[in-house]
């Protein structure tokens, strides 16, 4: 008996040395990938989390070498980043690094400790794996892994590989292999898929792409896994295809009403004997592929109405989809968004069983998810548009534990952005705010944040961000973006760029010269920056592109006083504003459509294919999709990107301005009054000039073979030099005497603000 108890501890002993060995393993494999040859200056060691339960680590020095702690992969990743941050003044951002290392790494002279706030970090939405992941490699999902590490991120979204799942559920459920294709949306549009939204668009989808993504998706669970992330994984509602409703007719399957111009998605309702033998089928697939590890998103009646709206019936439907992933999994967690949440759905469920992502940190302060544990969240991006903007001294006022101080129930943090690769500063210090457990100097951190970004310290630098906080990262900037007149579909007066917020900048724009000023001032000593030259890049396009919104007014006054002097002077010069701005952008890799479509083609292994993924990824940033081409939500992704605006955006004005000239010299009238709109701006058909602008649109997005060569061409420094100093001359026509914020006075803006 002695013999097998100690045969046991020692089997047990062993498994947990491997365990540990494995967690440190891939903490150094991380630090080798990130800062090749640097790894041998590091000691890593596992300690016990922290007496509350969180995530715990350790910077310290030992015998020449500088020691990480942590509990996990996680907690010694973040020490990682913390070191290179704070003692290194070196940075990882999206838009390259800043990582000029000395020979010898310099040793912290005390040791620090400090705790991660909350169980769950949880990063990704359902959107930002099409909007900016759609087209990704496995060498771009291995920096984003990475990053995701040394950011504290421990619960990502996966859903990559996930076509695979249902084309297998299906063919079990009496569909052929085309049918089975026919059903899945392109990869542009799966994540609508994905959220109940739609079926098919951008399809059908090739077995090759279902064949690669097995792959892909396997290596970017078993990384995850790796570093001690727990991924939550697709689940069951009810989501089938509208087929189904044919091929079952005796189930309870009901077609939902038609969803921003798609014609309606079909519910297999909760209720029903069939769904738990498809649920259950759904779920095994996904364990044969990809294994399953306690985390299921669901969201039953997302974005829609529910066939039954009364308490007992959607009680019901919680039970139901509880009972599956319970039966399935008895450990398992069921992941809900608080989007369209239902309450009597909620408490259909034990309280130890759901966690609940507060995506844009409002929701909990009406009902606080009556004791539900939940995530508070940052939903600080729609559509992957790429404005500046974001709220800097809210992320700085540590949402998260002031969360804790009125609500005990609060988990975890979350960013729930639509797509990412934009604003870094902004998710910079939205993933470092866990580490804190108060609230930050937002203008100390800033500056600290401007010398480890651009490798030296630079007083021009830190004003320039001063600026910049005053300016487009100030109070009430986030969730929605404000519009972009380069982006905007012509109009005499644009009220949108896409079903979003309108025009009006809620800064002085003057802030973005003296900012620009600052940086390009300092170019001598920060040229060496990878990431200064993207910044002096970005600050540059949104100037130029809110001096746009002064120059178009100017133009459409001159075209109502039938001033045509006046007028082609204006309209001259904003057509030529926005082939400045593209010419600009094509310094940088990250502001490029020609890369995007370049990255969607090399998923197809023929011509038809890579015109297929063309298509869908230019369908998804221009008129977004609907049925038969006629769209509800066009430009709702618009994108500030080279290729684009000399593609697309600067011929849609074109055409405009060459109308309006035929106008004004024929004394025929064009008005805008009265036109059909949709979502607060003129609908895609509303007259005879958008009748035949939108054919062009479609015909833009149904054309291969738009892409540029080189993709990526000229000096940001020189050319951003060049733009500001022609558009500082210029501005002096347009900005005139005091220029302050705009007011701005809206409805709604179709999207929810976080607060």
Known sequence: MWRFIIWVWMILFLFSSCKREQAIEAAYDLIERVTPGYSEWYQLELIPPAESGEDVYEIDAHDGKVVLRGNNTIALATAFNQYLKYYCQAHV??????????????????SVRNTINGKYRVYMNYCTLSYSAAWWDWERWEKELDYMAMNSINTPLSTVGLEAVWYNTLLKFNFTDEEARRFLAGPGHSAWQWMQNLQNYGGPLPKSWIEKHIELGKKIISRQLELGMTPIQQGFSGYVPREMKDKYPEAQIRLQPSWCGFEGVAQLDPTDSLFMKFGRTFLEEEKQLFGTYGLYAADPFHESRPPVDTPDYLHAVGENIHRLFESFDPDSKWIMQAWSLRESI??????????????????????????YPFVIGNLHNFGGRINLHGDMRLLASNQYMVAKQNFPNVCGSGLFMEAI???PVYYDLAFEMPLHRDSINIEEWLSLYAERRYGCKSDLAEQAWKYLLEGPYREGTNGTERSSIIAARPALDVKKSGPNAGLGIPYSPL?????????????????????????????????????????????????????????????????????????????????????????????GDTEAEKNLYEKDATALVTIWGGENDIPLIFDYSWREWAGLIDGYYLNRWRMFYSMLEECLKDGREYREEGLCMTHGREAFDANDFYKTLGKWEVKFVNTPGKMRVPMVCGDEIELATYMYEKYSALASEYYVGEVGADIIMEDNNYENFGG
């Open 511 to 603: 802030l973005l010269f003296k900012a620009e000023g600052l940086l390009l001032e300092d170019a001598g000593r920060l040229k060496k920056s990878v990431p200064y030259r993207f910044d002096i890049v970005d600050v540059q396009r949104q100037l130029m592109s809110n001096l746009g919104q002064a120059i178009h007014r100017k133009a459409a006054e001159a075209f109502k006083c039938k001033d045509l002097q006046s007028f082609r002077l204006h309209s001259s010069r904003f057509m030529e504003l926005l082939h400045d701005v593209d010419t600009l952008l094509r310094t940088r890799s990250e502001f490029n459509f020609d890369r995007w479509i370049s990255d969607a083609r090399s998923w």
């Open 93 to 110: 951002s999206w838009f390259g690094n800043q990582l000029d290392l000395p020979d010898s790494l310099p040793l912290p002279e005390k």
């Open 346 to 371: 909620v408490k259909a469920v034990p309280q130890d069983k759901l966690v609940i992502l507060d995506l844009n940190g409002n929701r909990h302060k009406v009902d606080g998810f009556w004791g």
């Open 421 to 423: 690769e934009q604003n």
